[in-house]
């Protein structure tokens, strides 16, 4: 036991790494040269404002128990039943502290979609309200022993619907309520620094193990044998290390492809967006495939996330940086070819965890698991995407989300925080000297 909360403390940092730096440098140089502290800003905020709100009410709203599975059956959890934490026991901290980290991303991934166009206060506005009524709300009904699981129990790993699909459909919803950017997309809006989005998207690949490989949960049955234990902690995460690496070589090389298709050439940011499409898609799969389920998941990630980051343009949605195309495709994706690969086999078919008992539909099993795959699905889509919606409005309407078209033309950096992230010129903007 004493390694595995060792290793949860690692997967916990691993983690909280993702959001800052990785996900700050990987947006930040996607973004144009103007904005990209703002950009950066925003998933530093998110971890800020996200972590603190998940201390005070969020474990309580989303897991109300001392771990996995404890929560009150019902659709929403109770916000007080261990407000500030009361209750949960010093040594479960980790797994509080663990969770913590992956609300912080998935609202730290939203901000992509919107970028170079809104204010920071309003996204700090935002994130509270975001958190409380829709990544909670999801985290409780997938993970938390909440009323959906209960009734529809899917497969999600470590957050393929309760980060992804969320995040996605959030992003998705609010570049259409914000609006698209002075000049898109006739305007060339360009990555002003792929080496940041490259350094970026490494540290994420690295940092993803500790997000799918730390989603290991024990059954009561294991926790009670040492040897069992054991026998579950090493033949776990190996699998979902090994599943994890594997759907990520395979949709980069599946997203160059597509590009190769579509463009006549295959770029660096198509590979770096290649890693995050397969991470993305293997998220809520890792545990529940063989070793050909993984390629198979990573292979259609790359190709379909490619594909449908292109059709953006002929649906006319601003997604800046492309959340809806690689995060919301690539959670489907992932979580839906559960119902196809899924093998009994797998970790999560070990512990007796899929639905009905049967496997994936190209193992023999029939439509039962597809169909719980596709409820929870959906049940992420509805729920987000209403809610996302009412909140998006509520803040167009009262304080505004977007800076003036004169501050967007010259830059959010220098008009929103008195700074600029290049300073060739000399200039004092922004000196607390």
């Not at 940041?196 to 799918?212: E, H, K, Q, S």
């Not at 953006?312 to 995060?327: A, I, M, P, R, T």
């Not at 959670?331 to 119902?339: D, E, F, P, R």
């Not at 169909?371 to 509805?382: D, I, N, P, R, S």
Request: charged share 10%; proline share 2%; glycine share 16%.
């Amino acid at each position: 036991m004493d390694g595995y909360y060792a290793w949860m403390i690692v997967a916990t940092a691993f983690v909280l790494m993702m959001t800052t730096p990785a996900l700050a440098l990987f947006y930040g140089g996607m973004t144009r040269s103007k904005s990209v502290l703002n950009m950066m800003m925003m998933s530093f905020a998110a971890m800020a404002v996200v972590g603190i709100v998940f201390v005070l009410w969020g474990w309580s709203e989303g897991w109300g128990g001392d771990g996995v599975g404890n929560g009150n059956g019902k659709l929403i959890g109770n916000p007080f039943t261990q407000w500030g934490l009361k209750g949960v026991s010093e040594g479960n901290y980790i797994f509080v502290l663990f969770q913590l980290t992956f609300a912080v991303i998935t609202a730290a991934l939203i901000s992509g979609a919107i970028a170079d166009r809104v204010k920071l206060s309003s996204w700090l506005v935002f994130l509270p309200i975001w958190v409380t009524l829709c990544y909670f709300p999801i985290a409780h009904n997938v993970w938390g022993g909440g009323w959906f699981y209960s009734k529809f129990p899917n497969l999600d790993y470590a957050g393929g619907t309760v980060v992804h699909i969320n995040a996605g459909i959030a992003g998705g919803v609010l570049a259409l309520i914000i609006g698209r950017r002075i000049g898109w997309p006739k305007e060339q809006m360009r990555p002003h620094n792929l080496t940041l989005t490259m350094i970026g998207a490494g540290l994420l690949w690295a940092g993803w193990y500790g997000f799918n490989v730390g989603s290991i949960v024990f059954t009561s049955d294991s926790l009670k044998s040492a040897s069992k234990f054991s026998a579950q902690f090493y033949s776990e995460t190996g699998v979902t290390f090994m599943n994890t690496t594997i759907a990520t070589m395979a949709a980069m090389l599946g997203w160059m492809l597509m590009e190769r298709i579509l463009h006549g050439k295959a770029t660096s940011l198509g590979a770096a967006s290649g890693i995050v499409a397969g991470l993305v898609a293997i998220t809520p799969s890792c545990g529940s495939v063989n070793i050909t389920g993984a390629l198979i998941v990573g292979a259609a990630a790359g190709l379909l996330c490619a594909l449908a980051v292109n059709l953006k343009f002929k649906f006319g949605l601003d997604d800046s940086l492309d959340v809806v195309g690689v995060h919301l495709v690539g959670g489907i994706v992932g979580c839906l070819l559960i119902g196809f690969v899924g093998t009994v086999k797998s970790p999560q078919g070990v512990d007796g965890l899929f639905p009905a008992g049967g496997n994936g539909i190209f193992y023999g099993g029939d439509l039962t698991l597809l169909g719980h795959q596709a409820a929870g699905v959906l049940f992420t889509l509805v729920w987000t995407g209403v809610l996302t919606t009412v909140i998006g409005l509520a803040i167009k309407y009262t304080i505004g989300w977007r800076v003036s078209e004169e501050d967007e033309v010259a830059g959010i950096d220098v008009t929103d925080l008195g700074e600029t992230a290049y300073d060739f010129g000399g200039s004092t903007v922004g000196s607390h000297l």
